[in-house]
C-alpha cells in the first residue's frame, strides 16, 4: 500500500492544517466541525476512510510535478470540500432539526475550499467551468438515482455521484500545463469511482435494503430477477448473492474496468494501484463465497473439517 504510506507523514500536516482552519469556526459550529473531521481523519481509530479524496493530490503530484506545498493545500481544500458533501448527504438523509444545526457549517467548510482553490486558479481559469461541470453532474446523479437505475442504464451516472473529486485531478492537470489530458483523467476517475461504490455497495447492501436506498448489487440482482415489478426480497438477494453466482458477476465487472484502466492517459500509478486493490477485494469476497458454497455442498462433515483445520493452522 505505497499508495498511502509514502505519503503518511504529509497526510498528517494535512490534518493538522484543517483543524486549525476548523479552529477558527465560531462555537457551536466549531465542535461540530472537528467531529466531522474526526469522523473522516484517517490517523482516527473507528474513522471512514475516504483515502482517494485527500490522497490524489499526492498521487498525482510526481507524475506531474507539482510542488509539495500545493499538493498539500490541495489536499486540505479536497478535505473541506468532502466534508461540505458529507454534510449534503446527511442532509437528504436526515429531518429538518438537523438541517438547521448543519447547513451554517456545510457553508463554512464550502468558503474555506474557495479560499484554497482562489489562490490557485484566478477567476477566468478554465478550471472554474469544470468546477461547475462537476457540481452539476453531482446534482442531477444525486437527484435522479431512485428513478434512473444507472448501475443498469448509465453507469458513468454512479461515478458522477462523487464528480466533485475530479476537481483534484483536473486542477493537477491545469496548474501544470497538461490540460489536454483532461478528457481521459475525467475518464479514469469516473471508472475508479464507479468500483469504489460497488466495493461500498457490498458493505452496505443489507442495510440500503432495509432504508430503500439505491444500491448497484441489489440493482444487478434485481435484474436478474424473473419477476422485476415486485419488491426485492432478502430471499432473493441472499439467493443472488451466495447461491447463483450473482458476487460472481459484480466482481467481473470490476474486473474488467480495472482491465481497461491501461487505456487512459493519466500518469498516476498509485490511482492504478489502488482501483486494483478495490477489484481484487471484489473478486476475494467472490472467491471466498463460492468456496463456502463448494464446502457446503460437499456435505457437513467436510465443511466442519475444513473451517476447523484453518482454524487451527492460523
Known amino acids: 500500500m505505497d499508495w498511502l504510506y509514502a ?13 486549525r482552519t476548523i479552529s477558527a469556526f465560531p462555537e457551536p459550529l466549531q465542535g461540530q466541525g472537528m467531529s466531522y473531521l474526526d469522523h473522516f481523519n484517517v490517523f482516527t481509530a473507528g474513522s471512514h476512510k475516504n483515502y482517494i479524496c485527500y490522497l490524489l493530490p499526492f498521487w498525482l503530484r510526481d507524475g506531474y510535478g507539482l510542488p509539495a506545498e500545493v499538493t498539500r493545500q490541495m489536499s486540505r481544500g479536497n478535505v473541506l470540500l ?4 458529507f454534510i449534503q448527504d446527511d442532509l437528504m438523509d436526515s429531518h429538518e432539526s438537523f438541517a438547521h444545526s448543519h447547513l451554517p457549517l456545510a457553508n463554512l467548510f464550502y468558503v474555506e475550499f474557495l479560499k484554497i482553490y482562489r489562490q490557485l486558479f484566478p477567476s477566468d481559469s478554465p478550471f472554474w467551468s469544470f468546477f461547475s461541470r462537476y457540481i452539476t453532474e453531482w446534482a442531477d446523479s444525486v437527484s435522479n438515482e431512485h428513478t434512473g437505475d444507472y448501475f443498469n442504464n448509465n453507469r458513468v451516472k454512479i461515478s458522477h455521484k462523487a464528480s466533485p473529486l475530479k476537481l483534484s485531478s483536473t486542477a493537477v492537470l491545469l496548474l501544470t500545463g497538461h490540460e489536454e489530458v483532461v478528457p481521459s483523467a475525467e475518464a479514469m476517475m469516473d471508472d ?3 468500483t469504489l461504490q460497488m466495493l461500498d455497495d457490498y458493505e452496505d447492501w443489507e442495510e440500503d435494503w432495509k432504508s430503500g436506498s439505491y444500491n448497484t448489487l441489489l440493482s444487478l440482482a434485481n435484474s436478474h430477477r424473473q419477476e422485476a415489478q415486485s419488491e426485492l426480497t432478502l430471499g432473493e438477494i441472499r439467493d443472488f448473492i451466495f447461491t447463483t453466482g450473482g458476487m460472481e458477476h459484480f466482481a467481473d465487472i470490476a474486473r474488467a474496468t480495472n482491465d481497461g484502466l491501461s487505456a487512459y ?3 498516476a500509478p498509485h490511482l492504478y494501484s489502488f482501483h486494483q486493490l478495490l477489484s481484487e477485494n471484489l473478486d476475494h469476497i467472490s472467491v471466498a463465497i463460492e468456496e463456502e458454497k463448494r464446502l457446503l ?9 475444513s473451517k476447523n483445520m484453518t482454524d487451527m493452522h492460523k
Open 265 to 267: 492517459a493519466l500518469n
Open 82 to 85: 468532502m466534508l461540505y458533501f
Open 192 to 194: 475508479v469511482l464507479l
Open 7 to 19: 505519503y503518511e507523514e504529509e497526510l498528517r500536516l494535512v490534518f493538522e492544517d484543517s483543524r
Open 297 to 305: 455442498q460437499g456435505g457437513g462433515l467436510s465443511y466442519w473439517l
